[in-house]
């Protein structure tokens, strides 16, 4: 019997006992809907931390700090720390400080072995943003570092290396300041207010480049992104009134390392900064926790599916055992008819493969309709604060993967009555009632 041949008989038969094999494509279904709802739902989670990751920082950096001592006002064991000056407010939580990097640093910095870059985070303290003659509304400013960007509704992110002050609004300031939607606001002006030290208040035009939104992985959240031409503008009518020499001290500053840079590599720099005073960490180091937790939680998940296909496999061996029983006189004509062991086993080996490739294909288009309905709807309602996400999201060689794996347990649960049936004699297979 050719090879082809040997396929259809064994499709066909499949079909033989049809209340027997729904019910056993029934087990397998449940096992790949299961497989392949989690693997969409890790492949969707982890598709938007990736999406957003330049959001974070750029993968090419490190975020720098040198860690004060004092920590807030003091811990219950020790007591009130001592006073330093050097130390300036982070964004960590409140009352947590870090002693402030001054140029000193930053040419320390510059001076450490495979630190490509240096630049100082400016921290803007911004007071409103106003359209025209309208209302003016409260708002923060954040800062993008290069290789960083944000996801765009409308416009283009500002040009650090243009002379003009641009800007970067958020898509929740957009109605509110009278604009019609995100396309209308790029291309207009906007006035910025910020306080001096000495409580003066300054108005700066800036033309607005873009609208973001706003997610979770945001730098900036719903704040102001301006360009470095506004950054500069804004620091330094912030700064009017401060001593010259107490201007250039920052919380914080981002340092680029070569991109071709191993995780050895990276990981030998981190230890250099810390030698000389600094701690460094990256985009990774920020974001790994997250995706390690997303990653348990789907193995997890992964497990109860393959548990589910494991009880159905079981259900395989039952539905074969049964079909070599009831066809043992047929068996028994195959192999006088000259049909050898080997070719007796793969005919019931393709049977059981089969079986799993329709339960698990099922299983798989099912969950792929229900994953879409579901993160669809999910889209629109609870997860509408986050833009961009799509809880479950499929990819096709994941899906091939799980058909492919539920096939192989499929196959390997066929093997024990694949291999009955190989074994049986022709002469008592022929006389069996």
């Given at each position: 019997?050719?090879?082809?041949?040997?396929?259809?008989?064994?499709?066909?038969?499949?079909?033989?006992?049809?209340?027997?094999?729904?019910?056993?494509?029934?087990?397998?279904?449940?096992?790949?809907?299961?497989?392949?709802?989690?693997?969409?739902?890790?492949?969707?989670?982890?598709?938007?931390?990736?999406?957003?990751?330049?959001?974070?920082?750029?993968?090419?950096?490190?975020?720098?700090?040198?860690?004060?001592?004092?920590?807030?006002?003091?811990?219950?064991?020790?007591?009130?720390?001592?006073?330093?000056?050097?130390?300036?407010?982070?964004?960590?939580?409140?009352?947590?400080?870090?002693?402030?990097?001054?140029?000193?640093?930053?040419?320390?910095?510059?001076?450490?072995?495979?630190?490509?870059?240096?630049?100082?985070?400016?921290?803007?303290?911004?007071?409103?943003?106003?359209?025209?003659?309208?209302?003016?509304?409260?708002?923060?400013?954040?800062?993008?570092?290069?290789?960083?960007?944000?996801?765009?509704?409308?416009?283009?992110?500002?040009?650090?290396?243009?002379?003009?002050?641009?800007?970067?609004?958020?898509?929740?300031?957009?109605?509110?300041?009278?604009?019609?939607?995100?396309?209308?606001?790029?291309?207009?002006?906007?006035?910025?207010?910020?306080?001096?030290?000495?409580?003066?208040?300054?108005?700066?035009?800036?033309?607005?480049?873009?609208?973001?939104?706003?997610?979770?992985?945001?730098?900036?959240?719903?704040?102001?992104?301006?360009?470095?031409?506004?950054?500069?503008?804004?620091?330094?009518?912030?700064?009017?009134?401060?001593?010259?020499?107490?201007?250039?001290?920052?919380?914080?500053?981002?340092?680029?390392?070569?991109?071709?840079?191993?995780?050895?590599?990276?990981?030998?720099?981190?230890?250099?900064?810390?030698?000389?005073?600094?701690?460094?960490?990256?985009?990774?180091?920020?974001?790994?926790?997250?995706?390690?937790?997303?990653?348990?939680?789907?193995?997890?998940?992964?497990?109860?599916?393959?548990?589910?296909?494991?009880?159905?496999?079981?259900?395989?061996?039952?539905?074969?055992?049964?079909?070599?029983?009831?066809?043992?006189?047929?068996?028994?004509?195959?192999?006088?008819?000259?049909?050898?062991?080997?070719?007796?086993?793969?005919?019931?080996?393709?049977?059981?493969?089969?079986?799993?490739?329709?339960?698990?294909?099922?299983?798989?288009?099912?969950?792929?309709?229900?994953?879409?309905?579901?993160?669809?709807?999910?889209?629109?309602?609870?997860?509408?604060?986050?833009?961009?996400?799509?809880?479950?999201?499929?990819d096709p060689v994941s899906i091939g993967v799980v058909i492919?794996?539920?096939?192989?347990?499929?196959?390997?649960?066929?093997?024990?009555?694949?291999?009955?049936?190989?074994?049986?004699?022709?002469?008592?297979?022929?006389?069996?009632?």
């Amino acid at each position: 019997m050719r090879t082809m041949d040997l396929i259809g008989t064994a499709v066909s038969n499949t079909f033989r006992s049809k209340t027997r094999l729904l019910l056993t494509i029934l087990a397998i279904f449940v096992g790949a809907f299961t497989l392949t709802l989690t693997n969409g739902l890790g492949t969707g989670i982890n598709a938007y931390i990736d999406d957003t990751v330049n959001g974070v920082g750029a993968a090419d950096t490190l975020t720098v700090t040198k860690t004060s001592d004092a920590t807030g006002f003091g811990s219950g064991e020790s007591g009130p720390l001592e006073y330093n000056p050097d130390a300036v407010a982070s964004a960590g939580p409140p009352g947590s400080t870090v002693t402030a990097l001054l140029p000193a640093d930053l040419e320390s910095l510059a001076g450490i072995e495979g630190v490509v870059d240096v630049q100082a985070t400016k921290s803007l303290s911004v007071d409103f943003v106003q359209a025209g003659a309208g209302t003016r509304f409260a708002v923060g400013a954040g800062s993008l570092v290069e290789g960083q960007t944000v996801q765009l509704q409308a416009g283009s992110d500002p040009d650090d290396a243009s002379g003009e002050l641009q800007v970067l609004l958020p898509t929740s300031y957009v109605e509110p300041l009278g604009f019609a939607d995100a396309d209308s606001a790029v291309g207009q002006t906007v006035t910025i207010g910020s306080t001096d030290a000495l409580r003066g208040t300054h108005e700066t035009q800036a033309v607005v480049v873009g609208v973001a939104e706003e997610s979770i992985a945001s730098p900036t959240g719903a704040a102001l992104v301006p360009n470095d031409a506004l950054t500069d503008q804004l620091y330094a009518t912030q700064n009017i009134g401060i001593p010259a020499d107490q201007v250039e001290r920052y919380a914080q500053a981002t340092v680029w390392f070569s991109l071709d840079a191993s995780s050895g590599d990276i990981d030998l720099l981190k230890q250099r900064l810390s030698d000389a005073g600094y701690t460094g960490s990256t985009v990774a180091d920020q974001l790994g926790t997250i995706k390690t937790v997303i990653d348990g939680i789907v193995l997890v998940l992964n497990a109860f599916a393959v548990i589910a296909l494991l009880a159905a496999s079981f259900g395989i061996v039952n539905t074969l055992l049964m079909s070599v029983q009831e066809r043992t006189r047929e068996i028994g004509l195959m192999k006088a008819m000259g049909m050898g062991s080997g070719r007796v086993f793969t005919l019931f080996s393709i049977e059981a493969a089969f079986i799993g490739l329709l339960g698990s294909a099922i299983g798989a288009v099912v969950a792929v309709v229900a994953g879409t309905v579901i993160s669809a709807s999910l889209a629109t309602t609870l997860l509408a604060d986050l833009p961009g996400l799509t809880l479950i999201a499929f990819d096709p060689v994941s899906i091939g993967v799980v058909i492919l794996v539920v096939m192989v347990i499929a196959f390997l649960a066929g093997t024990l009555p694949a291999a009955r049936a190989a074994r049986a004699d022709p002469v008592e297979s022929l006389r069996y009632e």
